[in-house]
């Protein structure tokens, strides 16, 4: 389940100064982008680069950070993290979704993104876990891991990345991320508050969670996305009837799908030769690009950009050429061991604990917030790949094992005079949102309303309720 930006030119003699002073500050200069190819103008500075997690087994996470746009230093940190688990967070969240760029159409340049989080936040994207993207190990069985080791070192990424840039160690920290982040990003925050509760000297700053379309739990996930075809018109009465009737997902797992009966296996191929292959199941209302027409005008120059419903629904292809472009990854400080694969979104040298993906992360979420961290759980609301069907039920068991009370009912929240989506508090700390109109992928494909969520979200707002609200700054 993959949810599957930046810039900063420095011309001016002014620019340069700033760049030094800034190197003397903690920036480091080797890391330092200093213009990707295409990219349009701007005044924030971007760095990318290593980090070695483990000098021994030669075991390195690539990273890719870019600064506020306006008034960095009185901003946050945000990490942002993507899922599959095997997806990169920089071609997902940083060219995707929630970064300052976005690749042309033609697939050798960049447009800027009015909507990019980096308004609220300082924002740090990073292709975990090793063999993901240009993340990478010199020990082939490095690639061979699970959400235990991902985290362990997550942990470790970060303590020496506040050591390229300490003056991130005090400031606010926001851990976010999408799909099989919601175990990520869950699981780190554990791993760091252990850190906290151990250390005598450095802890970390967490001050907010906010995971979107998360996967949580993978028997209430799973059954959700039948009754979301079934609620969408996408299957009909019958096969939803006999999914409701004959399935039993308390017993569904990924290394084991198939414990269930022949008849229920029966239902839900039917149910997913019905649906097709021209729907996107990750946004339902979506049209779909094909690929061998894009690819064609990649290879001819021409602009592929496909709208739909005013999302490129074919940057993907556009986002994997522009990122193989030798002259991006020099740009980038990247693919400094010459990999033998080209970048993808999604990698295939991995090979992912096949048992991992049913740990239940409801527990863990419940210790965060134990520890006064707020937890926001976010959906898009026309995704059917993890549907806001069993993330909606999910809070509420959390939200009813913490003995929380209901603090805000759920109803509409509002962006711009119009319906934002659904959302509803719970004791304080616990937050459930929908985003209406909005992807597995929310940012991607409602970026206006995203950033109003991840705005509020790193303020310490709540999702305005009324019509008559100040955009935001």
């Not at 979704?97 to 009015?114: A, H, I, M, Q, V």
Request: aromatic share 12%; hydrophobic share 35%.
């Amino acid at each position: 389940m993959g949810g599957c930006g930046f810039g900063g030119v420095l011309t001016a003699l002014l620019g340069l100064g700033l760049m030094v002073s800034n190197v003397v500050d903690g920036y480091p200069a080797e890391d330092l982008v200093l213009d990707l190819p295409g990219q349009p103008k701007v005044g924030f500075r971007q760095y990318a680069g290593y980090v070695d997690v483990d000098v021994k087994n030669g075991r390195s996470l690539f990273y890719y950070f870019v600064e506020a746009d306006k008034d960095p230093d009185r901003k946050p940190l945000a990490l942002w993290l993507n899922g599959g688990p095997g997806c990169s967070s920089i071609g997902g969240g940083a060219f995707t979704e929630l970064g300052p760029f976005f690749p042309k159409g033609d697939g050798r340049g960049l447009r800027r993104n009015s909507m990019s989080w980096n308004r609220a936040s300082n924002l740090l994207f990073v292709e975990s876990p090793a063999g993901v993207g240009w993340s990478y190990s010199n020990t082939t069985s490095d690639y061979t891991t699970g959400d235990a080791k991902t985290a362990k070192d997550m942990h470790m990424f970060l303590l020496k990345w506040y050591e390229k840039f300490p003056e991130f160690k005090s400031r606010e920290l926001f851990l976010t991320g999408e799909s099989y982040a919601g175990h990520y990003i869950p699981q780190l925050a554990e791993a760091l508050l252990d850190h906290n509760a151990q250390s005598t000297d450095f802890k970390f700053n967490i001050k907010g969670v906010a995971i979107g379309n998360p996967l949580l739990r993978l028997d209430r996930d799973v059954p959700a996305t039948y009754e979301f075809f079934w609620s969408h018109g996408m299957i009909s009465d019958e096969i939803g009837l006999r999914i409701t009737n004959e399935c039993d997902f308390d017993d569904y797992t990924f290394a084991s799908p198939h414990n269930i009966t022949d008849s229920c296996n029966d239902a839900i191929s039917q149910a997913n030769s019905i649906i097709g292959d021209y729907i996107n199941n990750y946004d339902v209302i979506l049209d779909v690009c094909y690929p061998s027409i894009v690819n064609q005008e990649l290879r001819l120059r021409k602009m592929a950009t496909k709208i739909s419903v005013g999302v490129d629904v074919c940057m993907t292809y556009e986002r994997r050429f522009y990122f193989n472009l030798p002259e991006v990854q020099k740009a980038l400080h990247a693919n400094r061991t010459k990999l033998s694969y080209p970048w993808s979104m999604c990698s295939e040298e991995l090979n992912y604990s096949d048992t991992d993906g049913n740990i239940d992360i409801l527990p863990i979420l419940k210790k965060i917030i134990q520890n006064h961290i707020p937890v926001w759980v976010f959906s898009g609301d026309q995704d059917s790949v993890v549907p806001l069907l069993g993330s909606r039920t999910l809070v509420k068991e959390l939200a009813q094992d913490l003995n929380f009370k209901i603090t805000v009912p759920y109803g509409t929240w509002f962006h711009k005079g119009q319906v934002g989506g659904w959302a509803t508090e719970y004791g304080n700390l616990l937050t459930f949102a929908t985003v209406r109109a909005a992807a597995h992928m929310v940012p991607y494909a409602q970026p206006s309303r995203a950033l109003h969520l991840f705005s509020s979200f790193v303020r310490g707002r709540r999702l305005p309720n009324t019509t008559h609200v100040a955009m935001y700054d």
